[in-house]
């Protein structure tokens, strides 16, 4: 079965590009187009969509606060964010509104491909543009947050924080999948976050 990809961004010829892209590769299939926030949560509402492609400089409804309201909803599909905006307080906000991913229109076919499958899959992504400044910049946590991460573990994070899977840890790392399950809710556990996205985010923001 196809994954299902909702194009939203307002400018007609990128959105067109995107749907071209998405209609190249045999796993996947557009399930609608628009340039516009609430259309495109009515879309999702209406179900049928496995991924949205969110542009954030939207009309009427902002590209986060419509990727807030798809996130909340009870079965919600995975938001990627596409957009020209690359500044590090706009990966936070997207991320914290929902979105599973975060590339920028500057990627590659093969990168936006490649993030597409990641979130559908259940993983993370910021890109290689974004990830690669994200983990320059990150430190240990701090004392009382995570610190009592071990250096295994520490390794699975930068991983995560990058989008892979837990099968791709594993074969990274040189682990079995049992192991990184493991680790992976370790850390969870340690970071008192809920999931992979969150795990993400914390490690992000602790290179502040």
Same mark, same amino acid.
């Given at each position: 079965?196809?994954?299902?990809?909702?194009? =939203? !961004?307002?400018?007609?010829? &990128?959105?067109?590009? @995107? $749907?071209?892209? *998405?209609?190249?590769?045999?796993? @996947?299939?557009?399930?609608?187009?628009?340039?516009?926030?609430?259309?495109?949560?009515?879309?999702?509402?209406?179900?049928?969509? !496995?991924?949205?492609?969110?542009?954030?400089?939207?009309?009427?409804?902002?590209?986060?606060?419509?990727?807030?309201?798809?996130? $909340?909803?009870?079965?919600?599909?995975? *938001?990627? /964010? /596409?957009?020209?905006?690359?500044?590090?307080?706009?990966? *936070?906000?997207?991320?914290? #509104?929902?979105?599973?991913? &975060?590339?920028?229109?500057?990627?590659?076919?093969?990168?936006?491909? $490649? $993030?597409?499958?990641?979130?559908?899959?259940?993983?993370?992504?910021?890109?290689?543009?974004? #990830?690669?400044?994200?983990?320059? +910049?990150?430190?240990?946590?701090?004392?009382?947050?995570?610190?009592?991460?071990?250096?295994?573990?520490?390794?699975? @994070?930068?991983?995560?924080?990058?989008?892979?899977?837990?099968?791709?840890?594993?074969?990274? @790392?040189?682990?079995?999948?049992?192991?990184?399950?493991? &680790? =992976?809710?370790?850390?969870?556990?340690?970071? +008192?976050?809920?999931?992979?996205?969150?795990?993400?985010?914390?490690? +992000?923001?602790?290179?502040?």
């Amino acid at each position: 079965m196809s994954t299902r990809v909702l194009i =939203v !961004d307002d400018h007609p010829l &990128y959105r067109d590009a @995107l $749907a071209r892209l *998405v209609e190249s590769l045999p796993d @996947l299939e557009v399930a609608g187009l628009t340039g516009d926030g609430a259309e495109a949560v009515a879309r999702v509402e209406a179900g049928d969509v !496995d991924v949205v492609l969110m542009d954030l400089n939207l009309p009427s409804l902002s590209g986060l606060d419509a990727t807030g309201r798809i996130a $909340a909803l009870a079965e919600p599909p995975a *938001v990627l /964010v /596409v957009t020209m905006v690359d500044d590090d307080d706009t990966v *936070v906000a997207a991320m914290r #509104a929902g979105a599973r991913g &975060y590339v920028l229109k500057g990627a590659s076919s093969e990168e936006v491909a $490649a $993030a597409i499958r990641t979130v559908m899959a259940g993983g993370a992504v910021f890109g290689a543009g974004v #990830a690669a400044r994200l983990l320059a +910049q990150s430190r240990a946590p701090e004392p009382g947050d995570g610190a009592e991460l071990t250096a295994r573990e520490r390794e699975v @994070l930068g991983l995560l924080a990058q989008g892979s899977t837990n099968k791709q840890i594993a074969f990274a @790392l040189g682990l079995s999948l049992k192991t990184v399950q493991n &680790y =992976v809710s370790n850390i969870l556990g340690k970071l +008192q976050v809920a999931d992979r996205t969150q795990a993400a985010l914390r490690a +992000q923001q602790h290179r502040r």
